[in-house]
């Protein structure tokens, strides 16, 4: 079939060369620009892509000389997508500049749209998907403002692309959907058999292998019956990556040995390259694992030739993964490296987008993981925390170097380096680095004046397929409910808007205070306390010195109060330390290095109660109820700070907003939550729905993120306002969006808290803090002051309340 396309493009070249021949003989320059246009556009279909570049270059030359700008454009699009076929895409770009600038010149706003697809696939190949999602954005504008299905098609299926390699799956299903649908709509057979393809990749990173192939082998169909050998190809790349994730080795080899036969045909550079880097992944899978350099050193080649920057990094990856297998840890190590450079930098051309970012480190965990855990498996334990610390909050740093105002990099060694020096050189408190893999937890201490202690624990009895991870997790439901959180089955994972549609739940308090009584969750576990001690603690106990600590959490870990671990001898750990939470060492360096008179000196924000009575649910019932105590929480702190404190309706989002970046303090009473603690406030005026929009009264992430914060203290005294989503990253929640804003230090706390336990706590803390203690010790002695209290005692009252970022003191007044 391919034989019989390859005779029928070779008489199409025939006539086009004759239509050039005529054109030549007549003197018809307009005629015989056509024909190079039309020989350069077969013969890229042919994949005579060299030739096909010539001809593009000739038809170029006719244009201009004719000084015909919209076909010049053209010429100019022809040409980069020629330049883009061989995969030199810094050319390919250049020229499509060019035909953008033309396009806008002439108003061919189709022309523009095109010219903007193009740039996009482009810089998608080059990694720099910020650039590339901003232009398929432009041109699925122009599309539906012209009406043209099949360009709108078109673009959602870039975008999804897009956000398929940022490791957006689900978003990226979203949009590939969109153009299945119109593909069908419009009958393009050759852009349906795409959007299956594209899908299959989704579902497939999902981990819904079944799914995945019935999609791939749809595009097979359609691209076969279109005898569309680039279809094929690529449906064939796609059905071997996929038994290649089942296991099935030889059949995947099969297609991949089938892809690349074709990438061969059609010229295809950058296809062969992947094309050999599958086959690696297929041979390794079989244990043969020089076979496998071969064709990962293949791949790298062509990677470096066409300047593929995700096949570099994938090639890199895959061979340290197979120098490790075979012994060579420090050959391995290097290729590691090389990996997690060329990640650090597609990351760094996200620029300002953070939600990329986070989904980006994500995406490539395994490349960073890879490298520290090898270099402990050469005992370089230094070398492997600087490694493991560069891949740590990377988007927050980037957060913190921008509010600050630094342009250092942070991705940089030495910049690492500088940081674990700093750590031993200038901070006092003990601080401790923790990071999990498999089975075994990581710890490196900081003592000053005796270095970095490296400490390994591997967790025994684990059950198979379990690991470090699960294991800690399974503690920590023992010991403070479902998932760690203090929280009942039956409550977990309740936001704000999956509430509005219940009847009969209330939250009466800055929580769930009817459940919080009505559960055993909460009660005090010292077995499944002491285990968490042991597991995570106990490695490093003969080192903990002083009276601090300082504690970079991973993973689960970064949902614990340790303070309420207990010791062998039964005492709790804050009954000996004060202890803080940092995001990464370079976050809190960051901070700590942040212009003397970034932060306030004075002011503060207390909210407190907000009028939520208008957020109801279909039938108009309230979902969210008043917070009694946490009115007379905030009009106490106002007392003791002398600042009146917006309570109920004064409480809106819009007046927090606008108060928020000019002062020392915030302090937020209110309903938060349940997964990404954000805030509920009251709506602002204006709305004219019957039920008040999100915007209105949610305090979000994005707009906490959108404002500069110049407070030392934020006290978010609302359920879960430390909880987030436990990525690479970190927690990435509410808290974590206020240190990224500039806030010095956020409190906050893990899981749904007692209404007057809150108050009672809040209230010793500032009457400590208006004394001039810091907010550690502040919160260290309000901790210890509820503890002995008949009434709130127990572990869930006051263990849940986190100190995040640096220690600050307030300006309220002395040590008594």
């Known amino acids: 079939m391919y034989t019989k396309m390859v005779e029928r493009s070779s008489k199409v070249i025939q006539y086009y060369k004759q239509h050039l021949s005529i054109a030549k003989a007549v003197g018809n320059r307009t005629e ?64 499509h500049k060019q035909d953008l600038s033309i396009s806008k010149e ?72 969109h153009n299945l649908s119109i593909a069908k ?11 299956y393809g594209n899908l299959g990749n989704a579902h497939y990173s999902l981990g819904q292998f079944q799914e995945a192939v019935e999609y791939h082998k749809q595009h097979l169909r359609i691209a076969d019956n279109l005898e569309d050998r680039a279809g094929k190809g690529s449906a064939f790349c796609n059905l071997g990556n996929v038994h290649d994730a089942i296991g099935d080795f030889e059949q995947a080899i099969t297609y991949h040995m089938k892809y690349l036969a074709i990438a061969k045909e059609i010229g ?60 060579s840890l420090r050959k391995a190590i290097e290729y590691y490296r090389s990996s997690v450079n060329l990640y650090n930098d597609m990351r760094a051309l996200l620029f300002s987008e953070d939600e990329w970012k986070i989904s980006f480190r994500s995406l490539h965990q395994h490349v960073y993981t890879a490298l520290w855990t090898t270099l402990l498996k050469i005992q370089d334990t230094d070398e492997a925390l600087c490694a493991v610390e560069q891949g740590r909050a990377q988007a927050l740093t980037d957060l913190l170097n921008f509010q600050y105002g630094f342009r250092v990099s942070p991705s940089s060694s030495f910049a690492h380096r500088e940081t674990l020096s700093y750590f031993l050189r200038d901070v006092s408190q003990l601080t401790v680095f923790v990071a999990l893999e498999g089975d075994t937890i990581n710890s490196w201490v900081f003592c000053k004046g005796n270095g970095v202690q490296f400490r390994q624990k591997k967790i025994d009895n684990i059950p198979a397929g379990e690991d470090a991870t699960t294991k800690l997790q399974n503690l920590m439901k023992i010991a403070f409910g479902e998932n760690g959180i203090g929280l009942p ?15 009969g739940l209330l939250l009466n308090t800055h929580s769930c205070q009817d459940t919080l009584h009505s559960t055993s969750f909460y009660d005090n576990n010292n077995q499944s306390l002491r285990q968490l001690y042991d597991v995570v603690i106990g490695p490093f106990a003969d080192l903990l010195v002083g009276n601090e600590i300082i504690i970079v959490p991973d993973g689960p870990l970064c949902m614990v109060p340790f303070a309420a671990f207990v010791d062998p001898d039964s ?51 309230p979902i969210l109820s008043q917070l009694t105590h946490a009115r007379i929480e905030v009009r106490k702190i106002g007392e003791i700070l002398n600042t009146p404190p917006l309570i109920g309706r004064e409480a809106t989002k819009e007046n927090v907003l606008k108060q928020i970046c000019s002062v020392e303090l915030v302090h937020i009473a209110a309903h938060g939550d349940a997964r990404t603690g954000e805030i509920a406030l009251a709506p602002n005026p204006g709305w004219t729905s019957r039920i008040p929009k999100e915007e209105d009264y949610i305090l979000k992430v994005a707009d906490v993120q959108a404002v500069q914060l110049r407070a030392k203290l934020v006290v ?14 970190g927690v990435v929640g509410i808290a974590r969006a206020f240190l990224g804003a500039g806030a010095r230090s956020v409190l906050v706390s893990l899981w749904a808290i007692d209404d007057k336990a809150a108050m009672e706590f809040m209230i010793r803390f500032y009457t400590n803090l208006s004394c001039g203690y810091s907010a550690s010790l502040s919160l260290d002695r309000a901790m210890k002051s509820l503890r002995v209290t008949e009434k709130f005692g127990a572990v869930k009252y006051w263990a849940p309340f ?15």
């Open 106 to 177: 002439v108003g061919d706003r189709v022309g523009e749209g095109s010219a903007y697809g193009n740039l996009g696939n482009a810089y998608h190949r080059l990694g720099d998907f910020k650039h590339a999602l901003n232009y398929h954005q432009q041109r699925l504008s122009i599309m539906k403002e012209l009406g043209n299905k099949a360009g709108e098609g078109a673009a959602y299926g870039d975008l999804g692309n897009a956000y398929f390699r940022l490791g957006d799956f689900k978003q990226a299903i979203e949009y590939h959907q």
């Open 268 to 327: 295809d550079s950058a296809g062969e390259g992947t094309a050999y880097g599958n086959l690696g992944c297929a041979f390794r899978g079989l244990g043969e694992h020089e076979q496998a350099i071969v064709y990962y050193e293949q791949h790298l080649n062509i990677a470096n030739e066409v300047g593929d920057r995700a096949g570099q990094a994938f090639a890199c990856y895959f061979l340290g993964y197979s120098f490790e297998l075979l012994g």
């Open 489 to 503: 089955v039956k409550c977990e994972n309740r936001s704000l808007d999956e509430l509005r549609g219940d009847e």
């Open 571 to 621: 005492r709790y750990l804050n009954d000996t330390f004060r202890i803080r939470i940092v995001p990464s060492l370079t976050s809190l360096k960051l901070i700590k290095d942040s212009p003397q008179d970034y932060h306030r000196q004075d002011g503060a924000l207390i909210v407190g109660d907000p009028c939520v009575v208008e957020v109801t649910n279909k039938r108009g019932k």
């Open 32 to 95: 015989e620009g056509r024909a190079y246009c039309n020989l350069g556009i077969t013969s890229r279909r042919l994949g005579d892509l060299k030739q096909a570049i010539e001809y593009h270059k000739q038809e170029l030359c006719i244009v201009k000389e004719l000084g015909d700008r919209a076909r010049e454009g053209a010429a100019y699009g022809n040409l980069g997508n020629a330049y883009h076929s061989v995969g030199d895409f810094k050319q390919a770009i250049w020229h």
């Open 802 to 816: 986190v100190l995040i970022g640096d220690d600050v003191e307030l300006h309220f007044g002395q040590k008594e």
């Open 716 to 729: 978010l005294s609302c359920c879960h306002s430390g909880r987030g989503t436990v990525t690479a990253e």
């Open 185 to 195: 709509e419009v009958g393009d057979r050759v852009g349906e058999g795409a959007a």
